[in-house]
């Protein structure tokens, strides 16, 4: 079976720092391109970063420079580094696997979600 099990939300002040981690299984990891999306209140899914089986890294513009995307394939399990949080970055942040470079591609398979909420 294929899954994808996210974790390490939470809720955290604005300026602190997360670590999601999303642990896979039932396909070949070190193939699949991985993504990390997120959903806010009452908006669509938003991409937020790649990155590929041979390592080619993307963020969009609203997280560069504050987030870090990173892969072990080792462990099948993908991570993203969230500092400098903002109230603007709380949502429900999902992990998508495919094997090609699109994450709302229709073999795109997706976790169930983790809450990061941003709040003082």
């Known amino acids: 079976e294929v899954q994808l099990v996210e974790s390490g939300g939470g809720l955290v002040q604005p300026g602190g720092s997360l670590r999601l981690s999303c642990v896979a299984s039932g396909f070949t990891f070190s193939i699949y391109w991985m993504f990390w999306v997120r959903q806010a209140p009452g908006k669509g899914l938003e991409w937020v970063s790649s990155?590929?089986?041979?390592?080619?890294?993307g963020y969009a513009d609203s997280v560069k420079g504050r987030f870090t995307i990173s892969r072990d394939n080792a462990k099948n399990t993908a991570y993203l580094q969230m500092n400098s949080l903002k109230p603007e970055d709380t949502a429900v942040y999902y992990c998508?696997?495919?094997?090609?470079?699109?994450?709302?591609?229709?073999?795109?398979?997706r976790g169930q979600g983790t809450q990061v909420t941003v709040s003082s």
């Open positions: 990155i590929g089986p041979a390592g080619g890294i």
């Open positions: 998508v696997g495919n094997y090609g470079g699109n994450w709302n591609g229709p073999q795109a398979v």
